[in-house]
């Protein structure tokens, strides 16, 4: 059972390059959440999804665009990194009030 | 507005002590819940516990209990006996309900516990 998978573990990119952040999920839950770990900040939303199809913002989405075509996939795009966007990025998924279940997460650098 | 604090930034222990994590949330909801998660050095994400706003009573887990105080919007986390391995950034959360009818998380800002040997 594989949960809340994400790629890639690990990356780099210059100012001004875009990429794509995946996340897939086995477990069949409607909700998808994409955070970001700042150090000493906890977590902040960036972007939510309630089924496939639906999306919207949460606290900090500048910079950041999702889509949800599937019930397992939730991607995030970066389209014009900045430094401010070093971060760590999890995915996590659950069903209506359950816990969240968390990937492992993304270390994203911009320089 | 919806909001966990976590006063405690950083907590260091010496093994077999106990500790207590505060957690003091506000919400403008009747109904919520509240969660604490375990990160360990390692970087993922644990979750410890779920606790419904109308379940008042303590919960103790081996050496973990929790205090739900509704009268005082804490929710504290305490470990009898620490252990090396509870070295970690803990978490507590509040459910927030969403514009489309979902619901999320709001984190504090986490404490970070050292346990020493």
């Known amino acids: 059972n594989a949960g809340v998978t994400q790629t890639p573990k690990f990356r780099i990119l210059k100012i001004g390059q875009s990429m794509t952040l995946q996340c897939a999920q086995d477990m069949n839950h409607n909700y998808m959440y994409w955070y970001r770990q700042d150090p000493g900040m906890g977590l902040k939303l960036i972007y939510y999804s309630v089924g496939a199809g639906i999306t919207d913002k949460g606290e900090v989405p500048n910079g950041y665009n999702v889509s949800r075509s599937t019930t397992e996939d939730f991607p995030l795009r970066l389209e014009l990194a900045a430094p401010s966007q070093t971060s760590v990025y999890f995915c996590a998924s659950s069903q209506y009030n359950s816990p969240l279940h968390f990937g492992n997460g993304t270390r994203l650098t911009v320089t | 507005a919806q909001k966990v604090t976590q006063a405690q930034t950083e907590i260091s222990v010496v093994e077999k002590e106990d500790v207590t994590l505060d957690c003091v949330y506000e919400t403008r909801d009747t109904t919520y819940y509240l969660f604490w998660y375990k990160q360990p050095p390692s970087g993922e994400l644990v979750f410890l516990i779920r606790r419904n706003s109308f379940d008042e009573q303590n919960e103790i887990s081996g050496r973990y209990s929790w205090n739900f105080q509704k009268s005082t919007s804490s929710f504290n986390f305490t470990i009898t006996a620490s252990q090396v391995v509870d070295s970690a950034v803990y978490f507590c959360?509040?459910?927030?309900?969403?514009?489309?009818?979902?619901?999320?998380?709001?984190f504090g800002k986490g404490t970070t516990l050292s346990v020493s040997s």
């Open positions: 959360a509040l459910s927030e309900v969403l514009n489309q009818a979902g619901t999320a998380l709001i």
